[in-house]
């Protein structure tokens, strides 16, 4: 079958998730998605649940479902807005901070190997993601879906 680079990379993002969370279940017990809320959690910092949902493209309520876990295991603070009303702010426990880096300098230590080992330069790749990243966001938000 004839793939072209969009079905390629989608396929490849979809393996390296699949990758990340195998990783992160054997060694932290954490599934890569629940990594990804307190990493985006961490990157916002003090924030709404209504904020997070948007950053991750999920709805509110599987935010709530997923902060009320991450609350539990002592990983996210998650308490009423001071501002009022039903909104619930959601902050980093100092153990939910130190998960986060130990799980981003795994990956990022295997995610280095791995691009090692395909002959692709580390520095190009970055470059070049980089560069459509910001393509990608440059773009009006109307063509923000390029595919």
């Known amino acids: 079958m004839d ?3 969009s079905f390629d990379l989608h ?3 979809a393996r390296l998730d699949r990758s990340a969370d195998r990783l992160l279940q054997a060694e932290y017990n954490l599934s890569y998605r629940r990594f990804r809320t307190l990493l985006l959690v961490g990157e916002l910092g003090a924030t709404t649940q209504r904020a997070l949902a948007e950053r991750m493209g999920v709805t509110e309520p599987s935010v709530s479902r997923m902060a009320g876990t991450l609350a539990e295991t002592g990983l996210l603070d998650s308490r009423l807005d001071p501002a009022g009303g039903n ?3 959601l902050n980093l426990t100092p153990a939910g ?3 986060v880096e130990q799980c981003r300098e795994l990956l990022e230590r295997r995610f280095a190997d791995l691009v090692e080992r395909s002959g ?3 520095a190009d790749y970055a470059r070049y993601t980089k560069l459509l990243m910001a393509a990608l966001d440059a773009a009006p938000s109307t063509d923000r879906t390029p595919l």
């Open 97 to 99: 901070k130190q998960l």
């Open 87 to 89: 909104r619930r702010r």
């Open 120 to 122: 692709v330069p580390y």
């Open 11 to 13: 396929a490849l993002t």
């Open 3 to 5: 793939h072209t680079l």
